[in-house]
């Protein structure tokens, strides 16, 4: 399946959409802006 992630970045934070193809969102949320946290953040979507 396609994923299609969006991200607002600040210094402190980055806000995360994850979307799937159909346009239909499959996760938000905000990590801090650490190449780590944003990874754990994506890391975390179910891909089935």
Do not use: H, N, Q, W
Not at 28 to 38: F, V
């Amino acid at each position: 399946m396609d994923f299609f992630v969006g991200l607002d970045v600040s210094v402190r934070t980055t806000s995360i959409c994850i979307m799937d193809a159909s346009g239909a969102i499959i996760r938000e949320g905000k990590a801090e802006s650490s190449p780590e946290a944003i990874a754990a953040f994506l890391a975390a979507v179910d891909r089935r």
